[in-house]
């Protein structure tokens, strides 16, 4: 790996990687330090722009919570430090015994990549093949897969997912989201301000709490925690009965709309926007101003993604821009292209695959993250028997923090990847140290715009830490350990690379054709035989060439309208641009090429939401229990939180503990002041807060943030919780009845006064 010059006056060109935006950055380098960080200019996408949680990412690389050696778990529960040698054997030993005895389906691959690292995952995949792993998850499975099943009943595959033009948007819809917080779209807060600004574009927030955004909002739905559907419900609702669809759209692109008014007609407009909370004359003129506009762009998250009726809620979200035709336009709402998928694969037309216990639906490849434990602790003959976590902190993540980690112990073997020891290595077998994301390259495949969509392949800044690998090398080393591949099934790949790409893109295609054992290891097939001939350093980047040329193959045109004659000149354009390239250039009509669905036409009825529509109108409200009376949102995004890859808890500059927020009417009425400490307790454990007294809260609803709860490395060595780790509070049966994406937006919970 070659480092980038480590000289002090040079700005080096990277990305943020604490959300899914990946804003570039510049950062300055003090040795290994991150000296100063500003935004790049020249990424495609974020122009310059960064929040402020960039400016900190020095208490990422330079965390003192680094891994340096391999761990192996001794039979007391502590760590010995071992050689990679010793690792890689063992660790092959041990998932080739449970594959070999149990079969590799029973081996569990978790993760993959957080906010800003991909790449390594990709070569993950090459691992699972290696031991026949069939079952996978990640983060998405927690928040995205009811979204994606949706986009796959309407569109015609999960993949088709759609992308708000907010930038050019007349009316912009924000549905659970708060994106001066938690982003979502590049440059979020300057596009949140200009339409704040412009008189002639409004801002629509559907959100419990009066956040950041609502504050800015012409309209703000300030509905009940977990009513949603009801709101979204009654704005549809208001659409067909003021006669406000889009009737000439309608009739030409889409289907199923008699069945679809059918469900709405159950809906009582006045009855559903009481149940939510909303003023009936605020959700009418949200209704009228949707279709008034020349452009409407929605975009949802996790207040709704995470909330009862999450997978209905992402549904009746997309039906507002339909019913609309705010669809294949500007400013309105496009299916992407992407770079590579996020998924665990299978983007198939519906979700047939299931999990092996549990019988739980698998939705882009992906297992629900609140099902693991119970495929693990069991005794069913097909439970899962290892797994393979990497870059993923599922012990922490996951609904029922306490459960996981009994389902990580009764596994034969766990295998964790990580710069860190976090919370789930601590619960492994063997803990594999990675290099950092800025030691080696690293790309992410959030690439969700329209038209010009970016991909930014990051060069390393530094030298791996001592002791660490990049997870490339990693797999590679664990698909050899394991004999999936031998230097006589790469021979005739090497002597095509010698004779340059084009002959090595055929015998690539027709080996991988006629093997299709190695076509499963294509990265690290790539890695061995097309890196060697790739600059020195660079050898990684092979598989990036393969992605070039996929990416080619599927949109062939719009590479091309981006400057791109093939799959070739596109991998040559992603290692010539520091700052990242874009890949693809779309027309709007692409938008209507990638309708997946035989007839061209959007499908709104959906068969296995409508009769949950329909249910809406007599779902009896929830009895408030006595002894949980509030509505906790488990995992709020503030200023103060980013994603657990930010250990060092001296980054956040206030609000250090994370506090409960909480209305002044609930800290009236049971006493509390601001600064003091309580016990939040739910029907799953209980943790100790301060609380913060704000009127951004409505009484009954209490919030504590994302990311907090981690254990960190004191200078003299012990350790020290931050914050509360909310999935202590989260229980896994509450979850999604269909896409099992778990409530953490919705945690019934008490609070009392901690005594003084
Ligand atoms: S946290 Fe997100 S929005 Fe903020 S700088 Fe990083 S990538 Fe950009």
Redesign the pocket.
Known sequence: MAPTDTDPDIWHTT?????????G?EVKLDGGRFARIRGDKAHPT?QG???E??LRLDHYQSSRDRLTSPLRRRADGTFEEIDWDTAITEIAERLAHVRDTHGGETIFYYGGGGQGNHLGGGFGAATRAALGSTYSSNALAQEKTGEFWVDGQLFGRPRCHTTPDLDHAEVAVFVGKNPWQS?GFPR?RTIRKAIANDPGRTMIVIDPRRSETAELADLHLQVRPGTDAWCLAALLTVLVEEDLLDHAFLDKHIRGLDELLAALGTVDIAAACARAGVDEALVRDAARRIAAAGSVAILEDLGIQQAPHSTLNSYLEKLLFVLTGNFAKPGTMNIHTRMASLGGGGGGRGATRVSPVTGSRIITGLVSGAVIPDEILTDHPNRFRAMVIESANPAHSLPDSARMREALAALDTVVVIDVAFTETARCADYVLPAASQYEKWEATFFTLEFPGNAFHLRRPLLEPLPGTLPEPEIHRRLVRALGAITDADLDPLHEAAANGRVAYADAFLRVLGERPDLARLAPVVLYETLGPTLPDGEAVTAAVWGLAQTCFLAYPESVRRAGFADGNALFDAILASPSGVVFTLDEFADTWRRIDHADGRINVAVDDLLPELRGLATEPEPAIVDEYPFVLSAGERRSST?NTIYRDPTWRKKDADGALRMSPADATRIGIERGERVCVTTKRGAVEAVVEITDTMQPGHISLPNGLGIDYPEADGGRVRHGVPTNELTASEDRDWFAGTPWHKHVRARVELVPA
């Open positions: 990305a943020c990687i604490l959300c899914s935006i990946n804003c950055i974020s722009y960064t929040c949680k960039a982003h979020a980013a």
